[in-house]
């Protein structure tokens, strides 16, 4: 097999921009709706949405390779580094390190990358490691870098084979200069989907460090896109290709054999819009959020009002099976017969809707309930 790295035309990389250019405008225009929707917003939403968009990508951009962290320690995490309110929970070392990275990627997205930043990046991931002997560099290994895949109980199948280390320095080298330079600043701007997608390929073709190359990898996009807009672009791109985690694997290594890579540019532009509107659902049910509260302001009991918080928590698509009695009652402390009068109060305030009867009933926020389906566009295959 020959690797894209090992072609006489790498890395000059070849698409179709007119396949991309719808894409790239609907971006654009997203992000136009982004500024816009999120100036509604008050500052304890604006705090929300950072800390729930950041936290959501660095779980789900580990949970891509396999690792499950705490989602309330990498959300505490987050709010110390961002000196927000938090409590005193502690986090271990692989949530306090991928929060460290996110956070420092959201403050420091114009920063034109260099060694010394995804050195650090790779620091704060591998924080604690005792098992691997490159922490902080590029790997120094003989032995071949290889993605397989199939070796429980079969033959292995070598999905793609990285430059060998003693050639990483100059890959990256090229990279960085390449990254540097198609920024809007840079002398050969790119287009924003095309200029991320192309830099997650490029670094994952290089393969430079001894892990965490997946986790390293797509905040570099996440940094792409968001020098591309001029702010934090704060969408779910991991959680999204999470969703679609096997389509992922398999665009990443149909990309590597070639250098032309139009199809692989496609499916990241299909899958960045979903991302981004992922996110402006967000920023939508945090406004219907304080439409609501302020309609009810100074009508609620303390008892209400902290349940209404722990279900507007849970997000768009809200508290799971719906807030019955035995949950209310569990979050606010409340005897049955309180709990039934609160819910009937709340219910006639217009602050839930209840669905069925007795033991069945269920309450849901009186917000629209936002759920985000797959979208397909005309760049996906």
């Not at 949530?95 to 650090?120: A, C, K, Q």
């Not at 990256?172 to 390929?201: E, S």
């Not at 997946?214 to 999204?240: D, E, F, N, V, W």
């Not at 768009?316 to 009937?344: F, H, Q, V, W």
Request: proline share 5%; glycine share 8%; aromatic share 8%.
């Amino acid at each position: 097999m020959t690797w894209n790295w090992q072609r006489p035309d790498w890395p000059k990389f070849i698409w179709s921009s007119p396949r991309l250019a719808m894409a790239e405008q609907q971006f654009l225009v997203g992000g136009g709706t982004f500024v816009g929707a999120i100036k509604h917003l008050n500052e304890g939403d604006r705090n929300q949405l950072t800390v729930e968009a950041m936290s959501t990508e660095a779980l789900t951009t580990s949970e891509i390779e396999g690792e499950i962290l705490d989602r309330a320690s990498v959300q505490s995490s987050i709010q110390r580094q961002l000196g927000l309110a938090a409590d005193n929970r502690r986090a271990a070392p692989a949530e306090r390190g991928v929060s460290e990275m996110m956070v420092n990627l959201y403050t420091t997205f114009t920063t034109p990358m260099s060694d010394g930043m995804l050195f650090e990046w790779h620091r704060m991931l591998m924080g604690g490691r005792q098992d691997l002997a490159d922490v902080g560099r590029y790997r120094t290994s003989a032995e071949l870098m290889q993605i397989v895949s199939g070796v429980m109980g079969g033959a292995a199948k070598i999905n793609f084979e990285a430059p060998p280390s003693a050639k990483v320095p100059a890959e990256m080298k090229q990279f960085i200069a390449w990254f540097n330079q198609t920024a809007p600043v840079g002398p050969d701007l790119l287009p924003a989907l095309t200029r991320a997608g192309v830099t997650h390929l490029y670094f994952e073709s290089i393969h430079p460090f001894e892990d965490g190359n997946g986790r390293i990898g797509r905040p570099l996009a996440q940094k792409s896109l968001a020098q591309s807009l001029g702010q934090p672009s704060l969408i779910a791109l991991a959680a999204t290709i999470l969703a679609r985690r096997a389509r992922y694997y398999a665009a990443l290594e149909a990309a590597n054999k070639s250098n032309e890579i139009t199809e692989w540019l496609a499916w990241f532009a299909g899958t960045t819009i979903e991302a981004q509107r992922r996110t402006l659902t967000m920023i939508e049910f945090l406004i219907d959020k304080t439409r609501l509260l302020d309609r009810i302001r100074g009508q609620l009991n303390d008892r209400q009002e902290k349940a209404l918080l722990r279900m507007f928590k849970e997000g768009p698509e809200g508290l799971k099976g719906g807030m019955s009695a035995g949950k209310y009652s569990n979050i606010t402390g409340a005897s049955p017969a309180t709990t039934t009068r609160d819910l009937a109060d709340l219910t006639e305030k217009g602050a839930l809707v209840r669905e069925g009867e007795r033991r069945h009933a269920r309450y849901k926020l009186s917000v629209p309930l936002r759920h985000v389906p797959h979208i397909s566009t005309s760049t996906e295959s």
